[in-house]
């Protein structure tokens, strides 16, 4: 199995690059299964606008969910699910569709928290050749992926979040809060006054589910003025916000956040520095932009989001490209 280096700023870490999986074959396996109606709901214009219309809220969505499946449709897109997150991102997914059910409990039997009320949605026939793109979406998750000649090329938007951030069924992003502590807490008295930007918290994640992420001025601690320990640290928070992609797209993310500048890349937090109390953090680069908020019922309300700052979430740079190549 072949084994990948990656470095930002002195920190070495080894990844394995298992090879990319033949994502077409399993994706046109679940859509063959589908009645001809859901098919059309389903399988959209690769330039549809529909692809960009995403959120992390309940709400009527397009293409078909959990509870509209079959037996052997729903095994299909289990099974899709698995070629394209990695065992822990599967889980994770998995443990924060099911705090619906926890929610439904908590607001005496409210019938919208519903773990059945996720959608598969695609854009374009999967192929090997070409570009094509598909969307798992539903409360507190959207996971979107681009494909170009067998292999991916975008993954982000990636939103993840959690309600109750912990509950008696578990806490799915508790490495996302606890290793953004321990960055923290490693920090000086200098170095936190330059990461700690406000005392008060967003309300929200900034970008909120904006078509195209932004992000006003540049506040926080730059890499450059972070120890080779704290380093990596940092590093390590960005491997927790990319382990629910599979190894090989970790490792083409991690290529991306090496190449960026350590004095333009900034961790910034703001809120409280308590561990029960309401905070946000963000991670900040030319690129690549990590958001993170526990700010909702007492600080036990979590999102976290990965977006591309140069607006390529949803491979819309490729989609940009391919359209004016077939319009020539």
């Known amino acids: 199995m072949a084994r990948s280096v990656v470095c930002l700023a002195g920190v070495f870490l080894i990844g394995v690059n298992s090879g990319e999986p033949r994502m077409e074959r399993e994706a046109n396996r679940f859509i063959d299964l589908l009645t001809p109606a859901q098919r059309s709901a389903t399988v959209l214009a690769p330039g549809s606008e529909t692809r960009f219309d995403w959120h992390f809220v309940p709400k009527e969505r397009h293409g078909v969910a959990w509870k509209q499946m079959t037996a052997a449709q729903r095994e ?68 979107s992926f681009a494909y170009r000649d067998g292999k991916l090329y975008s993954s982000s938007p990636q939103f993840l979040g959690s309600n109750p951030g912990k509950s008696k069924a578990g806490e799915p992003l508790t490495k996302e809060k606890e290793l953004a502590f321990v960055f923290l807490e490693s920090l000086n008295a200098g170095q936190r006054t330059k990461a700690v930007v406000s005392q008060t918290a967003p309300p929200d994640i900034v970008t909120s589910a904006n078509r195209k992420a932004s992000i006003r001025g540049r506040e926080g601690i730059a890499v450059k003025h972070l120890t080779p320990a704290q380093r990596k640290l940092l590093v390590d928070l960005v491997l927790t916000h990319a382990e629910v992609q599979t190894p090989v797209e970790q490792a083409r993310r991690l290529a991306s956040f090496q190449a960026e500048d350590p004095k333009t890349l900034v961790f910034a937090w703001m809120g409280s520095t308590d561990r029960k109390g309401p905070h946000y953090y963000r991670i900040q680069g030319d690129r690549l932009l990590i958001e993170y908020d526990n700010t909702q019922n007492g600080a036990n309300h979590v999102h976290s989001v990965w977006r591309d700052l140069t607006g390529n979430d949803w491979g819309e740079d490729l989609l940009k490209a391919h359209y004016a190549a077939s319009h020539r």
């Open 76 to 143: 299909a897109g289990m099974d899709l699910l698995r070629a394209s997150l990695s065992q822990a991102g599967l889980a994770k997914v998995e443990a924060i569709r099911q705090l619906e059910l926890v929610l439904r409990e908590l607001e005496n039997g409210n019938a919208i928290r519903d773990p059945e009320d996720y959608h598969f949605l695609f854009f374009g026939k999967p192929s090997a050749q070409g570009t094509w793109a598909w969307r798992y979406e539903g409360h507190h998750t959207s996971l």
